[in-house]
């Protein structure tokens, strides 16, 4: 069976700090992975995709992922933080069958 | 255009009744997802409809079932509630499921006790 994994459960940085969330999956197949956001009150919103083509793929908000098939990792980064990234970061899988699996998430604090 | 719409936004049953939670998709959207939201378990999967069919189904028991209509509305539905049945239930439409992005519903926040 699919699996996520996200190693940090919880991260406190400053403004203008780099931000590097790590995920990682397990599945033999293809593949399209997502990373998702959920601000304080909001519903979860995605930040970026990949599906195929170029692995480094840029989101919203200057988030980017960058894929690594070998390593099964798809990690989420971002050169300078801000306040207002606090939020929660959900990092999924969907294989080709169809069913999208989300790893337990990232809570982000950003102290400003 | 109009986002994925889910209803009621919060409800409180009462443990052994039963509860049905509405979704309605983007227009244009065939597949509905279903998850469970939880502190503690993170984003579980119940099951994905598309097509009036369900395609694809979590290790949830079998107090919880859904149905899609032929408009890609879905209803969820769980039976005999049970207090660790209280989370936050999010509704993703997309359209086709697999190769497109997902769409998530505000949620209906479900307490059982």
């Known amino acids: 069976a699919q699996s996520v994994s996200q190693h940090n459960h919880h991260v406190i940085l400053s403004e203008a700090a780099s931000l590097e969330l790590g995920c990682n999956y397990s599945?033999?197949?293809?593949?399209?992975l997502f990373w998702y956001v959920q601000y304080p009150g909001q519903h979860l919103q995605l930040l970026l995709k990949y599906f195929s083509g170029d692995p480094l793929v840029k989101g919203i908000k200057g988030f980017e992922a960058e894929f690594i098939k070998s390593k099964f990792s798809f990690n989420l980064r971002k050169p300078s933080v801000q306040w207002s990234d606090t939020a929660e970061y959900f990092c999924a899988v969907n294989t080709n069958a169809g069913k999208s699996t989300f790893g337990d998430g990232t809570t982000l604090t950003v102290k400003p | 255009k109009a986002g994925v719409t889910q209803t009621p936004r919060y409800l409180i049953k009462t443990r052994g009744q039963q509860v049905t939670l509405s979704c309605s998709p983007i227009s244009g959207h065939r597949s509905v997802s279903w998850y469970q939201q939880t502190p503690g378990q993170g984003l579980q999967f119940l099951f994905e409809?598309?097509?009036?069919?369900?395609?694809n189904k979590g290790n949830f028991p079998g107090r919880f079932s859904g149905r899609q209509f032929s408009n890609s509305r879905s209803e969820m539905n769980v039976s005999t509630l049970e207090l660790g049945d209280s989370a936050l239930y999010l509704c993703a439409s997309s359209v086709d499921g697999m190769n497109t992005e997902a769409f998530f519903g505000q949620g209906t926040r479900l307490t059982v006790v």
């Open positions: 599945y033999g197949g293809t593949v399209n």
């Open positions: 409809y598309f097509s009036e069919t369900q395609r």
